[in-house]
């Protein structure tokens, strides 16, 4: 079964519930299920002639459906539709659905590896997390996102959809990606105490999101924002202190 995710306004129509199992191979499968249990919900996601509203935006995990194929993409096991409305006439601050559950499960395996690779002195494997960490930037996913989607094919996890912006994220994941290239390039100078410097702290910061729910790189990207640095476009979501990690809606 999947899951759909409701956020806080619209829990008044589901008795208070903020998630529900249903079964349906599509996103329209899944809300005639949604609407058909909690009928009061309907007018709140159609109009009068049955199309979604404009405001309704929905994400499967990670995906807007606008970028698939709409009330038509399919959903499997697993998958979680979540319904993010818009707030005061637009989607609050641009924000996405992010899966923190892709990003955290890949910051655990990097910190893993990592570490691993100062334990038995292996500087290839810092090599190739860097190669992972740049080429996820490149691509605005999570370097080990193929190990999370195993382990949630598997059951062993599920997508944690959060309201957040992308873009401090993927600056925080490329900055890291150059930090252990540095690294890489060290050990081939014959410099092994600046690589595991460099390989050290990605380690740390990485520890601290994982733990702490703070990413360094994020509250940088905020930080570059705040004073006007070109290309630094996004503000933190509302009520969230710059790189700490965005709690569900309210």
Not at 237 to 247: A, L, W
Request: glycine letters at 12%.
């Amino acid at each position: 079964m999947s899951q759909i995710r409701v956020p806080t306004p619209l829990r008044a129509y589901t008795e208070g519930q903020s998630q529900l199992k249903v079964e349906a191979s599509s996103v329209g499968e899944a809300l005639q299920e949604l609407t058909a249990q909690f009928p009061s919900i309907a007018p709140h996601l159609y109009n009068d002639e049955g199309d979604l509203r404009p405001y309704v935006n929905l994400f499967v995990n990670d995906q807007d459906v606008r970028a698939l194929d709409g009330e038509q993409t399919e959903i499997h096991d697993g998958d979680t539709l979540m319904i993010l409305p818009s707030i005061a006439g637009g989607l609050s601050g641009s924000l996405k659905a992010l899966d923190h559950s892709a990003m955290q499960t890949s910051m655990a395996v990097r910190l893993g590896l990592l570490l691993a690779a100062f334990v038995v002195d292996a500087p290839w494997l810092v090599a190739i997390a860097s190669l992972l960490m740049l080429i996820g930037t490149a691509r605005g996913r999570p370097d080990f996102v193929f190990v999370y989607r195993a382990l949630r094919r598997a059951g062993w996890i599920s997508p944690d959809l959060i309201p957040d912006n992308p873009e401090p994220h993927r600056f925080s994941l490329g900055i890291g990606g150059v930090f252990l290239a540095g690294g890489t390039l060290a050990f081939l100078a014959g410099l092994p105490v600046a690589g595991w410097a460099l390989t050290w702290i990605v380690i740390g910061l990485s520890a601290l999101n994982l733990f702490g729910g703070f990413c360094v790189g994020c509250a940088a990207y905020y930080w570059f924002n705040r004073i006007g640095l070109p290309g630094f476009v996004k503000a933190p979501p509302p009520g969230v202190f710059p790189g700490r990690r965005p709690g569900h809606p309210d």
